[in-house]
Structure formats: C-alpha cells, structure tokens
C-alpha cells in the first residue's frame, strides 16, 4: 500500500504520453465502468494487442458456452482492437493495477467464476486476492521468457508460492512447461501457439489496391513491429538498399504506432522522404519510406510486399509474431532475438521459412537477394506458408484443457436461465383438485 499515493501521478504521466485512456482511468483502480451481468463470468487477462489477439478465437469459443466475460487488458491499442471485435457478451476494462485495493475493488464488482490469463501475465497481489475467493486460476498460451526464468529461479520460494496457486498451466511448448513445473505449477500440459490460429482481419481490398497501383512496379519491403531504435536500422538498411535498387520503397509498420510523428522526423532528418499512412497522403515516386501508422490494418502492409524483416529482434529482443506474415504468404527474415518465438522460428527455419540476420548489412544483402531471386522467394513464401499451417490447433487443444472449468459455468448458466424463465406457480390457496392418491394410500 506504501506506493498507492504515488499511482496517481505515473497514470497521468502515462496518459500525458498517450498510453493510458485518461477518460477510463478509474478502471486501473478498479471501479467498474459497466455493470457485471447476470449468470457465471469469466475473468480473462491479456497484456497487448499480440496477446489480445491470441485469445480472440478462445472468446469466441468461451462466448458459444453461454457464458460473459470480462476481458482486461493494459494498452490503448489493445482497447481500441477491443472494442472493435468483441461481441456484447464480452466486456473491455483496463486491467486494475495489481495493489490489493485495486484487486480487491476489482474482484468484489465483477465477482468472476474463473480466471484466465495469456501468456506470461504474472501478477502476485492478484493471484493472491483470487486464492482467497478460491476462484480458478489458468495460464493459457503460457510461455516463460529465458530472463523471467533466471529470476523466477532466484527466487524459489515466492515461485512455488505464486505459481502453485495455479490450477492449470497450458503452455506454448514443452520447454515453457518444463520451466512451470520446475517453479511450482501443480498441472502443466502443452497446447501450441495459440497464434498459429489467428486470422488477420482482410485489408480493405479497394485501399489494398489503391495503395499497389501507387507503388506500381518499384521494388518494396515491409519492416514490421519495429521498436525503438531498429527503425533506425531499417533507414541504413534502405541506404544500402538504394545503392544498387535506387527506386526501391520501404515501409515500416511501429509496434507503437504512438512513436510515429518522432519515427518521421528522425528519418526525415536523415534525407529520407517520407509519407504517413496516417496523413492518407498518396506515395508518390519520391517517397522513399512509407510508415504504416494505423491500429489493425497488418493485413494491408503486407499486401504491399512479399518481404517482411520483424522487429523487435535486431536492438530489442523477444521476436515479434511470425505466425501472421507466413499465413499471409510472405518471406520472413528476423534478427537473432527471437526467445518469445523460439518453437515457431525454429520449424521456420527447419523448413526454410524464415531467416534470420545478425545487422543491417545482412538484413540488406537478404532483401536485395529476394529482389532478384523469384525462386528463393517463392520457396520461402511456401514454405512459411505450410509450416504455420501444421501448427496450427492450439485454440482446439486449449479449449479441451478448459472443458473442466467451463463446463460447470455452462450448466450453471443453464440453471439460472430456467429458474428465470419457469412459471412460479402457487397451489396453497384455490386449488380444489383432489390430492395425489400414492401407492399403499
């Protein structure tokens, strides 16, 4: 509780800088925004807008059940994708800050039957709260980055303590689940991905082609989710691109579309000419980076090549998605840092899927080889192409592992809409018919 006084201010500062809903703040103190609805509830948790879109298909899994849900999660952009996809069955609240009287505010309001949380959302008051109301708690799509892993380990006690309140750990791959076993985790089976399942939303088809028709036949390459610091590599990159395809264009997608008016001053700065999708400017023969700065519009950038770099692997690590560029038919190169992905990149690269690049002069040389390679190219699409789908499954697999937990919460709905709807009937006074004559009366 010492810190709760100092919230406050760190949610201002957040909102001033665009990334909290200043308007919704309560809700990170745990005042509910909405009323909780009638009948069972279930409490789901993902982090961003990858983990949001991860357990999209699960929703709508849990959502034929018969049963609401509440789904929290910690990023305006995550919000916005929301609020735009889930059904009236489903309701958007930014997740309470993990303090216990924002929990405890929380928990008491939306009274949840069962608890589901994505990925690595670790959260000890809130775990805690939820034991005390004996609520179930999974981790599903679970993974267990190498660095939380080493810290969990220096701290064994506090993980056999957080991690063994968990009633099911679904993970990512067997070796996410080794990790949760060896920390405490009670029952841990392995699901897949449960991104090899999501489907990108279709890029608007007559944009799609107004965007190609502007491009026309310059060579193109999209670097996706970059982060802070890589789109200044992606600028060097396109440098020495443009040495030997001088008409050559590149777009670059931010992971944090927020950073875009900074990400186009530091590369106008740098000589480049470039126009925001944002600005709906049209790219002109002197456009030299196109920066993708909308929310939901993935499908339509990688439209617009059949090369793809992904971020968050060359200056930051972890990797970012490969799931969506390979079902969308794109070669995929990456830089080495891709633990988050680690599975996915590996069967990539088994089957010759993906590449990976240790700089920018080796991302340089890869684009400008599948410039001029169209059987290379070709072969890497395909290839991407049927290793994610061989992976796929996860959200059937998970949602066999969670029949035990949901199953009780349907039938419990199904009581509850049959004492709402059965007639109350009255026989004390009125009724002459004669009394049921029983056997041996």
Avoid at 27 to 50: D, K
Avoid at 226 to 245: I, N, P, Q, W
Avoid at 393 to 420: C, N, Q
Wanted: aromatic share 6%; charged share 25%; with cysteine.
């Amino acid at each position: 509780m010492i810190a709760y006084p100092f919230v406050g201010p760190f949610l201002r500062a957040r909102a001033a800088k665009g990334k909290e809903d200043h308007a919704r703040r309560g809700e990170r103190y745990g005042y509910a925004s909405v009323n909780r609805p009638l009948g069972p509830v279930v409490w789901l948790h993902a982090a961003s807008v990858g983990e949001s879109l991860a357990i999209m298909p699960l929703i709508e899994r849990i959502e034929g059940f018969d049963v609401s849900i509440v789904l929290t999660t910690g990023t305006v952009t995550s919000a916005a994708i929301a609020e735009e996809r889930l059904s009236p069955q489903t309701h958007h609240q930014y997740v309470p800050l993990d303090m216990q009287r924002a929990i405890t505010r929380f928990l008491d309001h939306w009274r949840p039957d069962l608890a589901i949380f994505a990925e690595s959302e670790i959260w000890p008051t809130t775990i805690r709260e939820l034991a005390k109301r004996n609520v179930p708690q999974i981790l599903v799509n679970a993974r267990m980055s190498d660095r939380s892993n080493r810290r969990w380990q220096q701290r064994t006690a506090l993980a056999e303590a957080v991690f063994g309140q968990l009633a099911q750990v679904i993970a990512q791959s067997e070796t996410d689940a080794q990790r949760f076993r060896d920390l405490g985790a009670p029952w841990v089976t392995v699901a897949g991905n449960l991104k090899t399942d999501v489907e990108l939303p279709p890029a608007n088809p007559k944009e799609l082609a107004a965007l190609r028709a502007q491009i026309g036949l310059r060579p193109s390459w999209v670097a996706a989710s970059t982060h802070d610091g890589e789109e200044v590599c992606v600028a060097d990159t396109h440098r020495m691109l443009a040495l030997h395809e001088p008409n050559v264009l590149t777009v670059i997608v931010p992971r944090h579309p927020e950073r875009s008016a900074q990400i186009a001053a530091d590369l106008a700065a740098q000589g480049l000419r470039v126009t925001t999708r944002s600005s709906r400017e049209p790219i002109t023969n002197e456009t030299q980076v196109f920066l993708g700065d909308t929310i939901g519009e993935m499908a339509l950038y990688l439209g617009l090549s059949r090369i793809v770099f992904m971020g968050k692997s060359l200056k930051a690590e972890g990797g970012q998605n490969p799931f969506e560029p390979a079902r969308a038919g794109v070669a995929i190169l990456s830089g080495r840092y891709v633990q988050n992905f680690r599975e996915a990149y590996e069967n990539l690269l088994k089957a010759g899927g993906a590449r990976l690049v240790r700089d920018e002069k080796m991302l340089a040389g890869h684009v400008l080889h599948l410039f001029r390679n169209e059987n290379d190219l070709k072969a890497m699409q395909q290839a991407g192409y049927e290793t994610v789908n061989a992976m796929a499954g996860a959200v059937e697999t998970t949602v066999h592992a969670l029949d035990a937990y949901i199953m009780p919460l349907r039938l419990k709905s199904g009581l509850e809409r049959l004492r709402s709807t059965a007639p109350d009937f009255d026989t004390r006074e009125g009724d002459d018919r004669p009394p049921v004559q029983l056997a041996g009366q």
